[in-house]
Nanobody, 122 residues
Framework: QVQSVESGGGLVQTGDSLKLSCAAS????????MGWFRQAPGKEREFVAA????????YNRDSVKGRFTIARDNAKKQVYLQMNSLKPEDTAVYYC???????????????WGQGTLVTVSS
């Protein structure tokens, strides 16, 4: 079981950058795939990025490729999402979660945090 606490959200302008952090408490953090998801008002939660256990491979949704980078530090039990060139359509609550398998599907992930709000003004 992984308990996650997200932080780093805020109000920024179009083109700005933010770095989100997710602090996870798990005895064996490095056995989990970690993912970032987001949920905009009135929309379903959607996959943003995922990273494998070692951090060697990452996967992003098409709309954030080249702008967002997921990373992890297993020693610190942290997952990060560096977001550059932010757009108004990136506005959402961002969540991190853990999974036993590499997937872009929300149902494959458990132990959701409370999320951190990112608002991008135009």
């Amino acid at each position: 079981q992984v308990q996650s606490v997200e932080s780093g959200g805020g109000l920024v302008q179009t083109g700005d950058s933010l770095k989100l952090s997710c602090a996870a408490s798990a005895r064996s953090f490095n056995r989990y795939i970690m993912g970032w998801f987001r949920q905009a008002p009135g929309k379903e939660r959607e996959f943003v990025a995922a990273i494998t256990r070692s951090g060697a491979s990452t996967y992003n949704r098409d709309s954030v490729k080249g702008r967002f980078t997921i990373a992890r530090d297993n020693a610190k039990k942290q997952v990060y999402l560096q977001m550059n060139s932010l757009k108004p359509e990136d506005t959402a609550v961002y969540y991190c979660a853990a999974s036993d398998s590499l997937s872009t599907r929300t149902v494959e992930y458990d132990d959701w945090g409370q999320g951190t709000l990112v608002t991008v003004s135009s």
